[in-house]
């Protein structure tokens, strides 16, 4: 309550935007609607009533052979995809910037990561993603049982998933596209669109960050008729045997909303949005990548700022952005937006003088190296652990892996060996504001312990 007091405009996820986006009548039943597996509601596990046909109108949506409802976010949908298509012990490719749901699914699944590097924005340290031909090259090298590519990413950088997918066609490899950040590309009419638009074999959509549903909803789109029931079962481990009935109506009314008036919705965000890019300096993509058009990321260097900095100057305007790193600050873009959004970025943008060089930024950007696994994440998590100081953790074997939140995407995997650029890195984060979960309040690491060295 304290903090919906400040009055502060959301241009953070989830999209509804404190409710703006969300259907009337749902808003204003919520606990009425909060219900169980009751005759005539059906059950999530085996639907066969109106969960059936509510999951059957979304596959219809995103043109899948099937799509599953998820309560428990897109973190169970990748979880599930992953145990669903690759079998224990086998070699899996993912980005260098997986989310930390990835991690997971290795050590479910006893999987073995393969990091592909990803590329860097050629002025500022933001993850664009990996290329066709790297990929090329470690599908021919690694023999992979799984592809997973990241797209759109936090930032809003969209990879040529159609290239992905006939490529990972070509060596018989299915794919799996986290399309967290990406729901509302479903009914995008510009270049940038969904990674279902290419047919990869199973997307999965965190329906609550841009699709308009409460948090913790998500998609799990499948394009492989021969994965469905594999899918199907991987999804009984990940879900609770209790889903939320406000999460699983709203993705339903959400899918009904992008059917029948995302296109629209779609078209007026791409206004507002264009609107904070006349106001803001910000940044752009190179080829082959695409922008995300509701992702506004605002390079805080020609301020004379640095990202936490303005982030800070944008909560004193009444503004909440989504997040920031040493140079931006980012912005989300829903399909419920309002003049009054971009009316505060005016006056932020008066009350902010732009500067003829761009500013040196103290403190160290956001990097990524290209480490090896000296343990699997699986072999990592059921070692011996000890706590060690931050300071101290150059060298040791990490355990529990530490996160830059958001975005969620691990510094150090579990399995892998800390550096000295992680340490400074991580502490330097944590001086300017930011935070790094497998961090503890008392400035520990969780490590594996000596004789694993």
């Given at each position: ?7 502060l ?5 989830p ?5 703006r986006?969300?259907d009337?009548?749902f808003a204003?039943?919520?606990?009425q609607?909060d ?13 066969t ?23 428990n976010g897109s ?14 012990g ?11 749901s ?16 990803v590329?860097?924005?050629p ?5 664009l ?13 690694h023999?992979?049982s799984?592809?997973?590519a990241?797209s759109p990413t936090?930032h809003?950088?969209?990879?040529d ?15 799996l596209v986290?399309?967290a ?6 009914v995008?009419?510009r ?7 290419s047919?990869?074999d ?5 329906v ?5 549903a409460?948090?913790?909803?998500a998609?799990v789109h ?5 994965l ?7 999804l ?15 993705l339903d009314?959400?899918?009904?909303a ?5 296109l ?20 752009f993509?190179?080829?082959p990548?695409q922008?995300?058009p509701?992702?506004?990321?605002i ?20 503004l ?6 040493t ?22 943008a008066?009350g ?10 103290v ?5 990524l190296?290209?480490?090896?696994q ?5 072999e990592a998590?059921?070692?011996?652990h000890?706590?060690?100081p931050l ?6 074997i990490?355990?529990e892996p530490?996160v ?5 995407v691990p ?7 800390i ?5 400074a ?5 944590i ?7 497998g ?9 594996i ?5």
């Amino acid at each position: 309550m304290r903090h919906q007091q400040q009055g502060l405009y959301p241009y953070h996820v989830p999209s509804h935007k404190a409710g703006r986006g969300l259907d009337v009548d749902f808003a204003g039943n919520l606990v009425q609607c909060d219900l169980t597996e009751l005759p005539g509601l059906d059950n999530l596990a085996a639907p066969t009533g109106p969960l059936a046909a509510a999951e059957a109108l979304a596959a219809s949506l995103a043109d899948a052979c099937a799509t599953y409802f998820t309560t428990n976010g897109s973190t169970a949908g990748l979880i599930a995809g992953v145990l669903a298509t690759a079998p224990p012990g086998s070699t899996i490719l993912l980005p260098q910037t997986a989310h930390l749901s990835l991690y997971s699914a290795c050590v479910l699944g006893d999987l073995r990561p393969v990091f592909l590097p990803v590329e860097l924005h050629p002025e500022l340290p933001l993850a664009l993603g990996y290329t066709t031909d790297t990929l090329r090259a470690a599908l021919a090298k690694h023999h992979p049982s799984l592809v997973v590519a990241t797209s759109p990413t936090y930032h809003g950088a969209i990879s040529d998933i159609s290239a992905f997918t006939s490529l990972c066609r070509e060596y018989a490899v299915p794919l799996l596209v986290d399309e967290a950040h990406g729901t509302h590309l479903l009914v995008s009419d510009r270049p940038a669109a969904s990674a279902a638009r290419s047919k990869a074999d199973v997307v999965v959509q965190s329906v609550h960050k841009t699709g308009g549903a409460l948090t913790g909803a998500a998609w799990v789109h499948c394009f492989n008729p021969a994965l469905t029931l594999a899918l199907k079962r991987a999804l009984r481990l990940m879900q609770s045997t209790s889903p939320s009935y406000l999460l699983l109506a709203s993705l339903d009314l959400a899918r009904r909303a992008l059917a029948t008036a995302g296109l629209e919705r779609f078209r007026l965000a791409c206004q507002q949005a264009d609107k904070l890019r006349e106001l803001l300096p910000t940044v752009f993509f190179p080829s082959p990548w695409q922008q995300d058009p509701l992702r506004v990321v605002i390079d805080a260097r020609y301020f004379g700022l640095s990202g936490f900095a303005l982030h800070q100057a944008m909560l004193d305007c009444g503004l909440s952005p989504e997040m920031a790193d040493t140079y931006t600050v980012t912005l989300v873009v829903g399909l419920s937006e309002s003049d009054e959004g971009v009316e505060r970025v005016l006056a932020l943008a008066k009350g902010l003088p732009r500067v003829t060089t761009l500013a040196e930024i103290v403190g160290r950007p956001y990097y990524l190296s290209t480490r090896a696994q000296v343990l699997t994440p699986r072999e990592a998590y059921f070692a011996v652990h000890k706590w060690v100081p931050l300071m101290r953790g150059q060298g040791e074997i990490c355990a529990e892996p530490l996160v830059p939140y958001p975005p969620g995407v691990p510094l150090v995997g579990p399995g892998q060996t800390i550096e000295r650029e992680d340490v400074a890195y991580i502490q330097e984060l944590i001086a300017a504001g930011g935070s790094c979960t497998g961090v503890s309040a008392t400035g520990q690491i969780l490590v594996i312990a000596g004789e694993y060295k």
